[in-house]
């Protein structure tokens, strides 16, 4: 066997072991879930609908909603019910331990008024080394722990 017909076979047989190795290096593996810790709340439950809001798609219901998620709040926790409607709203502040839970066709419709929105300031990052302050309009729904928004479909 020439020189050529040698080395021709011996990198046929290395590509050939290659292609039968390859499959079992490139099993994939089963990503890692995030461990999700269920989350308990009081059986209370506060409907906004008892708290003078209107779903009507028309109403500014911020102040009713934030009062209804504050009453909970200070009673322990609990459920604060969206029930079905189009409730226009501002930005809503979570509250510790109130579980925000809309019923099917319900809507929170934001409302397109920025003055409703506080500014508050903000990290831009440009590049790796050029960050910049700016102010940007607050969350639609911010708060701080153990909140919770649930949909009922």
């Known amino acids: 066997m020439n020189s050529f017909k040698k080395h021709y076979s011996r990198t046929l047989k290395s590509a050939l072991g290659l292609l039968l190795v390859l499959p079992q290096l490139c099993i994939a593996q089963e990503p890692a879930h995030p461990i999700v810790q269920q989350v308990e709340f009081k059986k209370d439950t506060l409907n ?7 779903g009507d798609g028309q109403l500014l219901n911020t102040a009713s909603i934030n009062q209804t998620i ?3 709040s200070e009673h322990g926790g609990g ?9 226009l709203t501002g930005p809503i502040e979570m509250q ?4 925000l839970h809309l019923k099917r066709d ?3 419709l934001f409302t397109k008024d920025f003055d ?3 500014l508050v300031e903000s990290n ?5 080394s050029n960050t910049r302050t700016a102010k940007k309009i607050s969350q639609f729904i911010a ?11």
């Not at 609908?49 to 209107?54: A, C, D, F, P, S």
């Not at 831009?124 to 790796?128: P, V, Y």
């Open 143 to 153: 708060g701080s722990t153990d909140k919770c928004l649930t949909i009922k479909n």
């Open 124 to 128: 831009i990052h440009l590049s790796k």
């Open 70 to 72: 504050h009453t909970c």
């Open 48 to 54: 906004i609908g008892n708290y003078g809001t209107k």
């Open 79 to 87: 459920l604060v019910l969206i029930p079905a409607g189009i409730w």
């Open 116 to 118: 409703q929105y506080k």
């Open 106 to 108: 319900a809507v929170l």
């Open 96 to 99: 510790s331990n109130v579980n």
